[in-house]
């Protein structure tokens, strides 16, 4: 029987994910975890073979969740399931460790092809990703300024560029308001810009909103 540990945060969504691979995948076994804390706890505890894994998670964030998952369970595939477009966050899942990126608003049999995928040792892209990929292998002087933040950076980019102000970024993301704003800083620093409105329109223009 094929053992699935499902971390996202919405209820909902893990039964949408467990009825698709119930009914694709026929005899599964699922373990849940809301919070990236409750999944590793699980990954210690018990063997899996498979996670499938958001990245927006609440506090420690699933990026950070996607490294202390390889790192504990190397051979274990994770594959992200994420709202994020692929543009935004699928290179960094990949080089984090994952096995493969699916957008949540992919078909039902992408998601268990997917898992398929993973399953048998093999790694799953879309054509766009795989397109991005081979784009990503140039020279880091062609790829957008954004693309050299940090995992952490970017979020407070995306959560500026989305109207949010320090305090509630804090809260977003279970930081400081002076940690927030260092990371403020760097962003500026990094994109050599020197307000928020540079920023957000930066943001805007790269498509980093939702």
């Not at 949540?104 to 992408?110: G, I, L, P, R, V």
């Not at 933040?149 to 279970?174: C, H, P, Q």
Request: proline share 2%.
């Amino acid at each position: 029987m094929t053992r699935i540990l499902l971390v996202d945060d919405h209820a909902v969504v893990r039964r949408g994910v467990r009825d698709i691979l119930t009914e694709s995948l026929g005899k599964v076994s699922f373990g849940e975890a809301a919070m990236p804390s409750e999944a590793i706890e699980k990954l210690q505890a018990e063997d899996w073979d498979v996670v499938v894994l958001d990245i927006s998670l609440p506090g420690r964030g699933g990026l950070d969740a996607l490294r202390e998952i390889k790192r504990l369970r190397p051979a274990v595939p994770v594959l992200v399931l994420s709202m994020h477009a692929e543009d935004h966050y699928a290179l960094r899942a990949l080089r984090a460790g994952a096995a493969g990126y699916v957008n949540k608003d992919s078909a039902a049999e992408d998601l268990a092809g997917a898992v398929r995928k993973v399953l048998a040792g093999g790694t799953h892209v879309s054509v766009r990703l795989a397109e991005t990929l081979a784009r990503s292998l140039r020279s880091d002087t062609s790829k957008p300024a954004h693309e050299r933040l940090s995992d952490r950076e970017l979020e407070v980019l995306r959560a500026l560029a989305a109207g949010k102000t320090v305090k509630e970024i804090g809260v977003d993301l279970a930081l400081s308001e002076k940690t927030v704003s260092t990371y403020r800083t760097r962003l500026l620093e990094k994109m050599q810009m020197r307000t928020n409105a540079e920023l957000i329109q930066y943001a805007l223009r790269e498509g980093l909103v939702d």
